[in-house]
């Protein structure tokens, strides 16, 4: 079963701040998943990663699959940012996702 | 255009009774999937369907829990003699074809409380 960890769990910024959270897993993978999750409870597929670098406007999502780590960031932070982010993951010849418990991102006027 | 769709939104149940959860997928997604929140606590992957395969259940809690798909449209996810540790929100999600590759397309969940 694949572990997977995020970091921080919850995170305070001032808008504009440039924000940088992290997933590790324990298994060898075939996707990696960036969601995001507002309040109201609505969950977005932001990222889907096999390799490499990915962006979309203001997100850049990273994988670095010898390492079994991916990172999010945000540039140019808002408050509309503010949600839950959650890292998922997918292992070889398996399509069930194991998630991450996710962090909670708060953008501060 | 519609995505994703799901119902009720809310449902408050007396612990004992059985419920019933509705998912609507966009229209042409082969992959249904349906997961679980509870409270605090991050999401749970429940069951996928693909297409008219076996669907692979094993991440059902109970046998209480079963779900069901007709044909590449709407599902249903039952839970019977419900407990309060079945409090949770259940999010479906579909998919263009089954397969991690594919990017998932999550309904609004539907908020259950088991009382």
């Known amino acids: 079963k694949n572990e997977v960890e995020q970091s921080p769990q919850n995170l305070t910024a001032q808008e504009g701040e440039f924000i940088t959270i992290n997933c590790s897993y324990s298994v060898g993978i075939s996707a990696l998943h960036w969601l995001q999750q507002h309040p109201g409870g609505g969950i977005v597929s932001l990222f889907m990663l096999s390799s490499g670098k990915k962006k979309h406007g203001r997100l850049i999502a990273t994988i670095n699959i010898q390492e079994k780590h991916s990172s999010l960031h945000i540039t140019a932070s808002h408050p509309r940012d503010s949600a839950v982010y959650i890292c998922?993951?997918?292992?070889?010849?398996?399509?069930?996702?194991?998630f991450g418990t996710g962090t909670r991102l708060t953008i501060i006027p | 255009g519609a995505g994703v769709s799901q119902s009720p939104s809310n449902k408050v149940t007396e612990k004992g009774k059985d419920v019933e959860l509705r998912c609507d997928p966009i229209?042409?997604?082969?992959?249904l999937y349906w997961y679980r929140q509870r409270l605090g606590q991050g999401l749970e992957f429940l069951i996928y369907?693909?297409?008219?395969?076996?669907?692979?259940k094993s991440g059902l809690p109970s046998d209480r829990f079963s779900a069901e798909r007709t044909g590449e449209s709407v599902s249903t996810l039952t839970i019977q003699r419900t407990q309060q540790e079945d409090s949770a929100v259940y999010l479906c999600?579909?998919?263009?074809?089954?397969?991690?590759?594919?990017?998932?397309?999550f309904g609004p969940g539907t908020r259950l409380t088991v009382t």
């Open positions: 369907f693909q297409g008219n395969s076996a669907p692979d």
């Open positions: 229209s042409g997604h082969t992959a």
């Open positions: 999600a579909s998919s263009l074809v089954a397969g991690l590759t594919y990017e998932q397309y």
């Open positions: 998922a993951v997918a292992n070889f010849g398996n399509e069930k996702l194991t």
